[in-house]
Every structure is written in C-alpha cells, then in structure tokens.
C-alpha cells in the first residue's frame, strides 16, 4: 500500500512571495506522483505530475516539483504567488498502472496582500 | 480537455431517504471510474471502484448495501446512498481515467463534487 504525508497543515504566505509545500510518500512499488488544487466546493484539478523522466516537473500556474527518490518527496513550489493561489492543495500516489489515487491530509494555503 | 461532470453540486435531504448522485465523462468512455468521501477539512478517501459491466468493488470499511454503485454505461456511473443518515453528510467525488490509443491516461480527472447534507 501507499501513503502520503503532507508536512504543513496550513502555510500563510504574503503575495508574490515564493511557497514551498512538502509532500512525502512511502510505497513497496514504483509510483505515479500528483499535485491538485481544490478550491472552496470544487472538485480536485491536476496541477502537475511526475511518471518518470526528468525529476523536475513544471505544471500549470507557474507550479513545479521535483521528485527526490533517495527522500521519497515530491515537493510543490511556485516562486511568486498570488491571491487567487488561496486553495487547499493535495499531494497524491499510486501504484504504476494503476488509477487508485492515495491522498495526503492536504495543506491549506492562504495568500494575503 | 477531458471532463467529467457530477450532479447533483449540492443536495439536502431527510434523514431515511435516498440519495443519488451522477458521474458522467461527457467526451470519453470511461470504463473505471472511482468515488471518493472528504469530510470537512480532511482528505479524499476512496470509497469505490465502478466497474462498467460488472459489480464494483468497495474499499475495506465501506458498506456496498449503503452506497450502492450502478456503472451502467460507460460514460455513466451513478452512487445511490441509502437511507442517509447526518453521518453521510460529506462531500462526494468521483474521478475517471481516460484510456489514450489504447492505454489508460495517466491522469485521473474528476467531478465537481456533491456536497450531501442529511438533517
């Protein structure tokens, strides 16, 4: 089985200051890496992921993470938020080819001017 | 991109009664699709796998006579929660994958999400 911590519960930031949000994962098994946004009664939306390759992905929104295999993390960073960045944010695992996504707590993240 | 739409977005009703919620994949087929539960300020859990065709397949601890799952076609699957209790009361979400040429997306995409409230 897999399982995700997410280190910070909440992280307060001041606008167009950078955020770092740490995720690590335990599994037995090779594994698919995720990052969604939730915003307030919304479903979940893919930020970026890491299948293989390059350990350094860029997603949308100006987000990226790197994928550290020796530390079992996949940290999420965006250099310069902004208000609209405000949002819970979920790191997620699963197996390769599979499609059962195991979540971390998830970090709640508030951008203030 | 690909979509995926959930009805109800919110839905209240009496304690006893049934609940149904819809999943639809509106421009693929989407033979696997998932239901997961969030509580207020807690993470997603998976609930189910919906198989089209075939019974689904309930994760350890989820009652299958209580959330009942219909996968009827492949761009449908449906949760029914029966006789709702305030305990139900929780925030629903399904996703599916998209099969590309032959081979599953690596990506799951998801519904808006039914916030169920049972008074």
């Known amino acids: 089985a897999q399982s995700v911590t997410q280190l910070d519960s909440q992280v307060p930031v001041f606008e167009e200051a950078p955020v770092e949000l740490r995720c690590n994962y335990s599994s037995s098994v090779s594994v698919y890496l995720f990052w969604y946004v939730q915003y307030p009664n919304q479903g979940l939306q893919l930020l970026l992921k890491y299948l293989s390759g390059s350990t350094l992905v860029k997603g949308i929104n100006g987000f990226e993470a790197e994928f550290n295999k020796s530390q079992t993390s996949f940290h999420l960073r965006k250099p310069s938020v902004h208000i609209s960045d405000t949002a819970e944010y979920f790191c997620a695992v699963s197996r390769q080819g599979d499609y059962k996504l195991s979540f971390g707590a998830g970090t709640t993240v508030t951008v203030r001017a | 991109g690909a979509v995926v739409s959930q009805h109800p977005s919110w839905v209240i009703c009496k304690s006893g009664t049934s609940v149904k919620i819809e999943c639809r994949s509106l421009d693929f087929q989407a033979t696997t699709m998932f239901w997961y539960r969030q509580f207020p300020k807690q993470s997603l859990m998976l609930m189910a796998t919906?198989?089209?065709?075939?019974?689904?397949?309930?994760e350890q601890g989820v009652e299958k006579d209580k959330f009942l799952i219909n996968h009827a076609s492949l761009t449908l699957s449906t949760l029914t929660v029966t006789s709702a209790h305030p305990e139900d009361s929780s925030f629903y979400i399904c996703s599916a994958p998209r099969w590309d040429r032959g081979q599953m997306n690596t990506e799951a995409f998801f519904g808006q999400g039914t916030r169920l409230t049972v008074v």
């Open positions: 919906s198989n089209e065709g075939s019974k689904a397949t309930y």
